[in-house]
């Protein structure tokens, strides 16, 4: 299989977000460009930080889909880290430098909140480049978008060729073109059902995942204190407990500052999961499948590219 550059959407959005930047930093005068005001928070309730904080969050999530492309990838095992570290500090590189357009729109009233950066736009530069940011940000969420698709189908196929989902359904691969062709339709249904969505929402649902599973990797750093240790491994308290600890508070106390709906949505399908793992591990009595990186593809992959 041939996925699209997982970089190619972060260009684009990146593009987008320069030109806004650009804009933005004419309107405003060097002394403003230095305040500290956007990160002060002055005014700002804790509640309010915590309730924008569990949808902003959306904009730092994703760094690492690169890694369902692992086996598509040179030398994955240098190149999958290097390219998760990489995505996550030039993305939060352009959203820090981007928190400065609030000195430009101060406050977070709005027409619409949904189109916000547009807004914005017209305000610095006018109808024109409001346009062209409209047009620029159009074509940022269809790159987005295809990534999304490619990199969701590829982990849902692997997890069916491996038996964690039924094989017949997600493991199989389209005869003519060599793509997950049944997983890219479904995941692009599922993908339009965004349309009836507003962004708190929609964010929302995307966020319970990641935080639920940010708290259980959490947790699972302390199981595996206690048993290591039990086994009379010692292990470091800082690292080991008490660090994953308070990460654990913290993306629970976010995870419930979420959209309600999203929420009982979430349950729902956190129950249908537990549901699946215990089919797939006949009552939890045995481990389920683990997802392997294939390690011939990945091979075959590297020598094409060479």
């Known amino acids: 299989m041939t ?35 956007p990160f002060t928070g002055i ?8 309730a924008g904080a569990a949808i902003a969050a959306y904009s730092f999530l994703g760094f690492d889909a690169v890694t369902t492309f692992t086996e598509e990838a040179v030398e994955p095992r240098k190149n999958m880290p290097r390219a998760i570290l ?49 047009a620029g940000l159009i074509l940022a969420q269809f790159a987005s978008g295809i990534a999304a698709q490619a990199s969701a189908s590829r982990l849902l196929f692997a997890m069916g060729r491996d038996g964690t989902l039924p094989r017949s ?19 692009g249904a599922v993908g339009l059902l965004a349309m009836f969505l507003d962004v708190a929402t929609s964010t929302s649902f995307i966020n319970f995942g990641a935080f639920v599973a940010f708290t259980l990797v959490n947790v699972s750093v302390i199981v595996y204190y206690f048993r290591h240790r039990a086994a009379g491994e010692p292990r470091n308290l800082l690292l080991y407990v008490v660090a994953p600890a308070i990460g654990a ?22 129950g249908l999961g537990i549901v699946v793992l215990g089919v797939t591990s006949r009552g939890f009595k045995k481990l389920p499948p683990e997802i392997a990186v294939d390690e011939a593809d990945a091979a075959v992959a590297e020598t094409a590219a060479q």
């Open 43 to 50: 005014g700002a309730s804790i509640g309010g930080v915590t």
């Open 249 to 270: 508070v913290i993306t629970s106390y976010l995870l419930l500052q979420l959209d309600t709906r999203a929420i009982v949505l979430g349950l729902c399908w956190l």
């Open 169 to 187: 359904v997600f493991g199989t691969l389209s005869a003519k073109f060599r793509t997950p062709a049944a997983n890219l339709v479904m995941v």
């Open 86 to 134: 990489l995505i996550a500090l030039i993305g939060g590189a352009i959203f820090l430098v981007i928190a400065y357009t609030q000195l430009v729109h101060p406050g977070g009233e709005f027409a619409d909140s949904s189109s916000a950066a547009l807004e914005i736009a017209k305000q610095i530069g006018g109808n024109l480049f409001g346009a062209v940011f409209l």
């Open 3 to 37: 996925p699209p550059s997982a970089w190619q959407p972060t260009l684009v959005r990146a593009l987008g977000l320069r030109s806004l930047v650009l804009f933005g930093l004419a309107y405003m005068t060097p002394l403003i460009v230095l305040s500290a005001s």
